[in-house]
């Protein structure tokens, strides 16, 4: 496929061995829409599926085969010629056809799980590889669980291979079992210990059982092979396999150490991630490398300013080499100054120096009763602390509201730097609140509207709430923002006494006060 002595073909088995996760079955529709994404991203090999495995996995094969322009399509089958057969039919329209043969090496399998002899099993390797390569050129064939096979067997299983027409030897770490130096090592040896190892491209294909599969992958290839198979956010059977994205951006970011190319188009990874997500409805964990919705966010107050002034100091990586817009800088209680007043100046917020400070303290507060702080916390408290500059302050507040005794509310306010408290029972602790502040005004505010809003997501959502008073044909709007849902009723009730005052005195100043 290349001469290049540093180019890694990518083979990526999502729609294989990643719908092998529990509960990833993938529709037609859904495999078609990955595979043409996945082809977009530029990988090299598509293994579409198993063909023999049900009707719908031999049509989506089939499918994706006319589907692809460019990539070579592949289906998986066993050391058996109904298998080859099978992917065969499944293939016969694609302009790259591969067929994949596999059958286990490793002592273990090939006793309890195929019950053959090893004499068998290489007669089985020859005549199904042979069987596959008078069908089509591109023939790979794995030695499944072939990190836990005998050394000379495995050589000479692989030799059989290439003599019967293997152009792909893939060496399968089928059950996460090996580690980045053993398998370099293993690597390497086959190829030196081989005959016409030259003949063949060697390959890596890792399971995540350790959490070692792109670690093991990467070794893999600088033990020389030149082939990777993975998935696209690691999914796969059991832990999954090893994740595309993550090779690739190691690839990409150390060229000094790792110095291989492949055709990936890296600023295509995040939409394929999500795309190959939304369909197998497998969420991708926030801390994952690359593609976690975390990734490129930053929360604590050292590491924003770090980024506010250069990026690189804590980011190794653009968000837009792998396609997304920008990193985020998420506002939360490891805040600093520098991030929040970032974040004033994209809501569109000029504050001087007291407003910021004012707003800042508000903001740490409330992180640290809330988990996540969206935009419109930040706008609330904003106009929040620009209402607390009134002429009558909420400072303090109790509520009871149980089934022993009726509702009541008690105030403690700061009236033109006067404190004050007010105190009422009502139906309920919000009537009880509005009757309480109500003795604060001698004019006869009429309660036309009281609504409650949260204003961003989860139980422990700002409540926002509108409270509109009307008086002799004068209608103010309050609003009041808190966590707590009769706060911010009573926020909302002070705020539009404090309106009321202001359009009383704009038309008769001195006809009434609060
Ligand atoms: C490491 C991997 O990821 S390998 C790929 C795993 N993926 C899958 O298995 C998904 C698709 N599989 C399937 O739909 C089914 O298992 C099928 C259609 C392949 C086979 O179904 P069944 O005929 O009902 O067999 P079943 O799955 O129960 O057992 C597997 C049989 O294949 C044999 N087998 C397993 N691997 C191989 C192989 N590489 N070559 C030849 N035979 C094999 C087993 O020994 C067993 O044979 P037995 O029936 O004589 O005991
Ligand atoms: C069939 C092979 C490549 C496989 O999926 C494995 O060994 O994990």
Known sequence: MTNDKNRVIIFDTTLRDGEQSPGCSMTLNEKLRVAEALEHLGVDVIEAGFAIASNGDFDAISQISQLLKNTSVCSLSRASFKDIDRAAEALKKAVRPRIHTFISTSPLHMEHKLQMTPEEVIGRIHDSVSYARNLCDDVEWSCEDGTRTEEDFLYRSIEVAIKAGATTINVPDTVGYTTPDEYEIMMRKIIENVPNSDKAIFSTHCHNDLGLAVANSIAA???????????????????????????????????????????IVTENITKTSRLVSSVTGLEVQHNKAIVGANAFAHESGIHQDGMLKNAETYEIMTPESVGLKKSELVMGKHSGRHAFKEKLKDLGYDLGDNEFMSAFTRFKDLADVKKT???????????????????????????????????????????DGENLTVSSKGNGPVDASFKALRTLT??????ELYQVHAVTRGTDAQAEVTVRLEENGKTVNGHGAHVDTLVASAKAYVNALNKLKVKRAKTAPEALTL
């Open 221 to 263: 290839v600088q033990g020389g092979a030149r082939q990777v198979e993975c998935t696209i956010n690691g999914i796969g059977e059991r832990a999954g396999n090893a994740a595309l994205e993550e090779i690739i951006m190691a690839f990409r970011t150390r060229q000094d150490a790792l110095p291989y190319h492949t055709n």
């Open 442 to 447: 001698d004019g006869e505010p009429h309660l």
């Open 373 to 415: 702080l969206y935009d419109d916390d930040i706008i609330a408290i904003v106009d929040e602390d620009r209402r607390d500059n009134e002429h009558m302050k909420l400072e303090s507040w109790s509520f009871i509201c149980d089934s022993w005794q009726p509702s009541s509310a008690t105030f403690g306010l700061l009236v």
